[in-house]
């Protein structure tokens, strides 16, 4: 094995760089699923604690979400493995009804909530996941396959924030086959999940695309590079909308105040920029969670149309949230209850939004 072909087993002088962010909290709790890759995070990270006289305190969670009759099981051999590193560990059950439809997404959920829930319990400020190269690479054609925009293409950040909680992804860059190696080096055992290979689901199909891909010079590698790309594009984007939010517009006082914005400067922006500060807008005061990129863009071509048929009356509903133009201002607000609105369409939510202040969309 050699690190040239990204087969490599973790060495100890590399546990600094991979845990370094580990140092800003105080607490941490480490997600564990009993896989290759959860494994490979619970041991490193109490070997790279082991080497430190300061440093966070570790827990480790793992979710039984009850799908198959093996969870229970594994849950409770990565407690026995927990233990024996001397790190805490909860089984978090996702107990009551499962969907029919949409099994994994809601699987996810569900995870990261009771994991959110016993952050918060232990004290924790951050949430360690073991998220791979691969898996950032897969992230990546997923979203691009469901028509993601550039945002979402950037895919997952090393650390995140989401809900006032941190997200630390230390081998975001760190090949599968490289924590599998170093497990089998070490004599660590760990399970895996048939429901990874069923294709039923969108990701393993996914995954067995991956060595055709690879071929054609499409890899994990360079799929990680375009998410940087796009990441350090969709900052600039950011910034972008920032300076235009301050200089055109004024934001809500509070959540669900209306916002407006000067129309003749809002139809003189670049069309990137005046869509991330329209879904600003409409995630600020709607009530109906995200809203979908493509409905979004729509409202987005809508709106150009109508500046050029003032003083034509405009008013559209999006997401909750009700978008008029009058007096030369654009004002987005939130919608009167659907009973009061039949006249005009509502549409529903979706995965993309973003906010007037800092939060960015969510794909």
């Known amino acids: 094995m ?31 699923s009993g896989g290759p890759d959860s494994t490979a995070l619970l041991h490193l990270a109490a070997r790279w604690r082991a080497l430190r006289a300061d440093g966070p305190a570790l827990f480790a969670a793992t979710v039984d979400h009850g799908l198959r009759a093996a969870s229970t099981g594994e849950a409770e051999a990565v407690g026995h493995a927990a233990s024996r590193l001397r790190i805490p560990h909860h089984t978090l059950a996702w107990s009551g009804a499962k969907p029919e439809r949409g099994i994994q997404e809601a699987a996810r959920d569900a995870r990261y909530g009771l994991l959110a ?37 950037a895919g997952m950040q090393g650390a995140s924030v989401r809900d006032g909680l941190v997200l630390l992804r230390p081998f975001l860059a ?16 760990f399970v895996q999940d048939p429901s990874n290979q069923d294709a039923r689901f969108a990701r393993p199909r996914l995954r067995a695309l991956a060595p055709a891909l690879a071929v054609e010079g499409l890899d994990a590698g360079r799929l990680a590079r375009l998410a940087r790309r796009m990441a350090r594009a969709d900052a600039a984007l950011e910034a972008a909308t920032d300076t235009a939010a301050a200089r055109l517009g004024r934001a809500p006082e509070a959540s669900g105040k209306p916002v407006t914005l000067d129309l ?12 991330r500060l329209l879904g600003r807008a409409v995630a600020a005061v709607g009530s109906e969670g995200p809203v979908e990129l493509a409905k979004l863009e729509a409202l987005l071509e809508a709106l150009k149309g109508a500046a050029g048929r003032a003083p034509a009356p405009f008013r559209r509903t999006l997401a909750g949230a009700l978008v008029t133009v009058r007096n030369g201002m654009l004002t987005v607000e939130t919608a009167p209850p659907r009973r009061e609105t039949r006249a005009f ?13 800092k939060e960015r969309p969510r794909s």
């Open 345 to 357: 369409a509502v549409n529903s939510g979706g995965p993309q939004a973003g906010v007037l202040g």
């Open 264 to 275: 003749e400067g809002f139809g003189a922006l670049p069309e990137e920029i005046a869509l």
């Open 117 to 153: 829930a016993a952050a918060r319990e232990t004290g924790a400020t951050a949430l360690a996941l073991a998220h791979t190269l691969d898996d950032q690479a897969e992230t990546v054609l997923f979203r691009l396959a469901r028509g993601s925009g550039l945002s979402g293409l």
């Open 174 to 189: 760190v090949p599968k086959a490289r924590l599998v190696a170093t497990l089998q080096r070490d004599g660590i055992t």
């Open 2 to 32: 050699s690190a040239a072909d990204g087969t490599e087993p973790i060495a100890e002088g590399e546990l600094a760089g991979l845990f370094a962010g580990f140092l800003h909290h105080p607490c941490i709790l480490i997600a564990v």
